[in-house]
């Protein structure tokens, strides 16, 4: 079974940054994809961020220009980066990640509170 344990969530004012951390179990090149999604209080999950194996990423408008996604492959780690936080950025974040190995399939994490807000 894979683990995700993110860490870094927490109270920041409007306009300030955090660094997300995604431990990972296994090494990350194992996966086809790694990602970062959030759900606020009564709202659908949405993806905010999303890295292939390849490298390529991609963000939707909401936070493209603000958040980053990377990874460290010598700690088996997936970062997200969150600049210029706003209000509506408020919501559990999750660490998910895609298996290319049996059992194939999409892993989450429990998730980080990021409450923003002056």
């Known amino acids: 079974q894979v683990q995700l344990v993110e860490s870094g969530g927490g109270l920041v004012q409007p306009g300030g940054s955090l660094r997300l951390s995604c431990a990972v179990s296994r090494s990350i090149s194992s996966f086809s994809a790694m990602g970062w999604s959030r759900q606020a209080p009564g709202k659908e999950r949405e993806s905010v961020a999303r890295m292939t194996r390849s490298g390529s990423t991609n963000y939707p408008e909401s936070v493209q220009g603000r958040f980053t996604i990377s990874r460290d492959d010598t700690r088996n780690t997936v970062y997200l980066q969150m600049n210029n936080l706003k209000p509506e950025d408020t919501a559990v974040y999750y660490c998910?990640?895609?298996?290319?190995?049996?059992?194939?399939?999409?892993?989450w994490g429990q998730g980080t509170q990021v409450t923003v807000s002056s």
């Open positions: 998910a990640a895609d298996s290319i190995i049996p059992p194939t399939g999409r892993n």
